[in-house]
């Protein structure tokens, strides 16, 4: 079996842009995989075709150490948009290897390992204002059956947080917590805005809370400054959707830099590179919750990584709270049942991109606005309700 074909497909949803990619073999079989980067698709597709391709086309799907150790190997610079490409194609080969075999990609990466996969809600803060816009949207996040949410208090901080600032952030978060009760899990997303000093004084003051986590409460880039926020607080850290090579999860996890670890598998290198940072995390005593705020099929091979990974503790989804047309963008699953992921039973990933609907949504410019831009919460969602599987 070979690769003879690399196709990429583009097309907008709302706030991003998803680049799907289908490899297809002179068997007939063909595997999906995603590329989307925020504001980076169109140069993933370009390097994608003008680099990849020509060491993709040809190659067996069932060679991934050999082939895409040396794709790691051989892009030399490292970075998220490289690893991107090799992301998309290593997992478009597990499904094109899933359905050769008549299994999901789960049993091919060691099996059903647990009895549930929890799901935690993000997205669904869009448009949020006050303190009280945050506890109605949170009220109906529990009403689609979550029992874990994530959002972004700080709107455009930078390193330092005024009192005032902090006060606001603060009062937010204790909304959301009156609104749900002490039984919901809550993370405190940060992304890396916050100065060490500004994020362990942020930090303390949310204690009273009872976060699940904070999440990239410094830069990404500095794991010594992490290891500093996490030592100094009395509630887990998570960190780890900016880190592309494995020898930055190696560091992080030597470190204990952070109780949660969040590969993104679509930008670290794909499932294999996936499994192998969970080795790293075991014997550290490190979870792992892995980054996914892109599309639908990037977020089907995180869930069969999660139902073969016991380090998994719960997985992103941002399905429920994205443009109407989402689902409808791919056929054959529908991964949600009271805020928990089924348990996929097709062979591959499972799922089969719809090419019709792709084209009725094509690409659009600067669709992501940058997190420091006053319009990033007012546009969280663009379609400004929840996804319930319109087409559009």
């Known amino acids: 079996m070979k690769i003879v074909r690399v196709e990429t497909i583009l097309s907008n949803c709302g706030l991003r842009n998803y680049l799907f990619v289908r490899l297809t073999t002179d068997t007939g079989l063909s595997g999906l995989g995603e590329a ?30 050999q082939v895409f150790g040396n794709l790691i190997r051989d892009q030399y610079q490292g970075g998220a948009t490289v690893m991107t490409v090799i992301s998309a194609l290593e997992i478009a080969c597990w499904d ?23 799901a935690y809600a993000n997205g669904w ?5 006050t303190p009280q816009d945050y506890a109605d949207k949170a009220r109906a996040v529990l ?4 029992r874990a949410m994530k959002f972004d208090p700080f709107e455009q901080a930078w390193k330092h947080l005024g009192q005032e600032q902090m006060d606001a952030a603060r009062q937010i978060v204790a ?42 409460p410094v830069s990404p880039h500095s794991l010594d400054l992490l290891a500093e926020v996490h030592r100094a607080l009395p509630f887990p850290v998570a960190a780890g959707e900016r880190l592309y090579m494995l020898e930055e999860f190696a560091r992080l996890a030597q ?17 294999w590179m996936g499994k192998k940072i969970a080795a790293l995390c075991q014997p550290q005593d490190l979870q792992l919750a892995p980054h996914c705020s892109i599309g639908p099929v990037a977020l089907c091979a995180a869930v069969h990584f999660g139902w073969a990974t016991p380090q998994v503790t719960v997985q992103e989804n941002f399905g429920d709270f ?42 659009v ?28």
């Not at 094109?96 to 929890?118: D, F, M, T």
């Not at 803060?125 to 204002?129: E, H, P, Q, V």
Request: aromatic fraction near 8%; hydrophobic fraction near 40%.
């Open 36 to 65: 989307t980067l925020e504001w980076q698709e169109q140069a993933v597709c370009t390097l994608l075709h003008e680099w990849a391709e020509e060491r993709i086309l040809g190659i067996c799907p069932f060679d991934i150490e």
């Open 96 to 118: 094109i290897v899933g359905k050769a075999c008549g299994q999901p990609v789960y049993r091919l990466l060691g099996g059903q390992a647990r009895e549930s996969l929890p």
């Open 125 to 129: 803060y869009g448009g949020a204002r």
């Open 143 to 146: 009403a689609r059956g979550y």
């Open 175 to 216: 909304a959301v917590r009156e609104a749900v009760g002490d039984g919901v899990e809550l993370m405190i997303e940060v992304h890396g805005r916050l100065s060490a000093g500004s994020a362990i004084e942020m930090g303390r003051r949310l204690a009273p809370y009872r976060p699940a986590w904070y999440e990239e």
């Open 255 to 271: 470190l204990r830099a952070c109780d949660v670890v969040q590969p993104d598998l679509a930008h670290c290198g794909g499932l």
């Open 322 to 363: 994205d443009a109407p047309w989402r689902d409808a963008l791919v056929a054959g699953w529908n991964p949600m049942q009271d805020g928990r992921y089924r348990l996929p039973d097709r062979p591959g990933l499972g799922i089969t991109l719809d090419d019709a609907v792709c084209a009725r949504h094509p690409f």
């Open 365 to 392: 410019r600067h669709a992501f606005p940058s997190l420091w831009d006053r319009r990033w919460v007012a546009e969280f969602t663009k379609a400004g309700t929840p996804a319930i599987g319109a087409e559009g």
